[in-house]
């Protein structure tokens, strides 16, 4: 389990999921036949770079601990729910190789890319509650909209295959 205090620990937390879903997006493109499945994995996996160094600028802007009035949280639920949140996060390092070798086809792929972006937008969302105001939840707001755009360009390549019947091709 990895144990936070920090707004640096949430945003490192934040900067490894991003680099392990660029991670997944690189080898899963690797992986695809499919030419239009290829270009949508290069594409998110460009578009993880964009977030990594979004989640660290905003690191750089931070102080290193909380302010001490920063939430009123005296059980400590929005830390265990973030917690929570990033234990089962789909994609770890070894978890994302892992499951990507076994893949068995594009649908397959872009599903447990689908669940990626899924558990990446409820992180980001339980970050968001946690953090101080001044922490730039405004540009918080802007990398969850960029994970719903992915979740939406996921869904439509997945339904465009499942509809031509090009579903067990990889």
């Known amino acids: ?3 936070f205090g920090t707004a640096d620990d949430v945003f490192t937390m934040a900067v490894r999921i991003e680099e392990n879903g660029n991670l997944f997006y690189i080898g899963a493109a690797k992986k695809a036949e499919d030419p239009k499945v290829k270009k949508l994995f290069e594409d998110l996996a460009m578009m993880e770079e964009g ?3 979004a989640f660290k600028d905003l690191r750089s802007k931070l102080p290193s601990s909380f302010p001490a009035d920063a939430i009123w949280d005296p059980e400590g639920l929005a830390e265990s729910y973030l917690q929570a949140t990033a234990d089962t996060h789909i994609f770890t390092m070894e ?5 990507l ?4 086809g594009p649908v397959e792929a872009l599903d447990m890319a689908l669940q990626f ?3 990446s937008v409820a992180f980001f969302l339980g970050m968001k509650e ?8 405004g540009e918080i707001d802007k990398l969850i909209m960029a994970e719903m755009d992915h979740i939406r360009m996921l869904s439509a390549v ?7 019947g090009a579903a067990s091709v990889s």
């Not at 946690?130 to 939840?137: E, H, T, V, Y």
């Open 101 to 104: 070798a076994s893949v068995k």
């Open 51 to 53: 977030h990594i160094k």
């Open 117 to 119: 972006e899924k558990d």
């Open 1 to 3: 389990m990895f144990v």
């Open 130 to 137: 946690i953090l101080p105001d001044a922490s730039g939840k």
């Open 158 to 164: 997945k339904n465009k295959l499942l509809a031509t």
């Open 95 to 99: 978890a994302a190789a892992s499951r």
